[in-house]
């Protein structure tokens, strides 16, 4: 039986994450449970690691004019819950109780708009490139950790691509999921 370094959620925050705020969310709509999981893949620029532009992005402090790649994402606010870097730190910028804004227009099993009642969590990386190992062994103790804490996720977790397949890729075709579930398999 394996052990999570993120053993526990209190108040809607990840113990063991570092914490950033974004304030780019909103409530929940009333009485909406946790009942679904997104993962995302996200590098800026991309393909390229490091350098903390995710982490400014989602707090509205990127400078645009840094590279011209972020020209053409210049006003977006999103955010995702979690934030997983090739190291394996993860950064929580959205409280769970309320809705980060990272899957957009988007439907699972025919209920639509993801935001409403999802965690989302963003892998730093790219539709081109491996994860790390650190990357799956982080995520995989993460959603131990949030399955025992809203337990209505159960299996439900799902790509971005698969909640909004005419519009995103992500987390592509390197996120291994048949390793992501043999691993998550450890953890009862
Ligand atoms: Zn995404």
């Not at 526990?8 to 990840?14: A, H, Y």
């Not at 679904?36 to 004019?65: E, K, R, T």
């Not at 892998?123 to 959603?143: I, K, R």
């Amino acid at each position: 039986m394996s052990q999570s370094r993120f053993t526990q959620v209190q108040d809607g925050i990840l113990l063991g994450a570092t914490q950033i705020a974004s304030p780019n969310f909103n409530v929940r709509p009333p009485d909406t449970d946790i009942q679904l999981i997104v993962i995302h893949n996200i590098s800026l620029p991309p393909s390229q690691f490091g350098g903390g532009y995710i982490q400014q992005f989602f707090q509205n402090q990127l400078d645009w004019s840094v590279h011209p790649y972020f020209q053409t994402i210049e006003g977006m606010q999103v955010s995702a819950h979690l934030l997983i870097l090739r190291t394996g730190e993860v950064i929580q910028f959205v409280n769970f109780q309320d809705r980060s804004w990272h899957a957009g227009r988007s439907s699972y099993l025919a209920q639509k708009e993801c935001n409403d009642y999802s965690i989302g969590i963003e892998l730093e990386g790219s539709d081109d490139l491996p994860f790390e190992p650190e990357q799956y062994q982080a995520l995989v103790e993460v959603v131990h950790t949030l399955r025992q804490a809203y337990p209505k996720i159960q299996r439900h977790i799902a790509g971005h691509s698969d909640i909004a397949p005419q519009r995103k890729t992500d987390p592509g075709p390197y996120f291994d999921w048949q390793l992501f579930r043999n691993m998550l398999a450890k953890y009862k």
